[in-house]
């Protein structure tokens, strides 16, 4: 098994692309549902990691700024590792995810070296 990070985007740069509050709250329990059922498979390397408003980023200037800031597109709104066999794996694993609900995406990074 390797890890995977799942990185989760939507777009938050116009109102008309922004879920309602009801969409908002009724994904809370299929977000519930999909981490119970990767975490039933003991493929839930840790969990949901939300991005806090405080935080740096490091400019190819190598400026430090406050931030991340909702600046552009698309933005994180959360990311997760996971463990599965192969790229294809987890991204059986991406296609459940409830962001993809809400008009968002799911990025997959290998998070540790291939094994074999």
């Given at each position: 098994m390797n890890d995977f990070l799942l990185i989760f985007r939507r777009d938050f740069t116009n109102k008309e692309a922004?879920?309602?509050?009801?969409?908002?709250?009724?994904?809370?329990?299929?977000?519930?549902?999909?981490?119970g059922g990767i975490a039933a498979q003991n493929k839930l390397a840790r969990p949901l990691q939300r991005w806090d408003i405080a935080g740096k980023v490091v400019k190819s200037d190598k400026h430090v700024i406050n931030?991340?800031?909702?600046?552009?597109?698309?933005?994180?709104g959360g990311l997760v590792i996971i463990k599965a066999e192969s790229y294809e794996d987890a991204a059986e694993i991406a296609q459940g995810c409830p962001i993809l609900e809400l008009g968002g995406n799911v990025e997959i990074r290998m998070a540790t070296e291939p094994e074999g």
């Open positions: 922004q879920p309602s509050p009801e969409e908002l709250q009724n994904s809370i329990s299929a977000w519930q549902n999909w981490f931030g991340p800031f909702v600046e552009i597109k698309e933005s994180i």
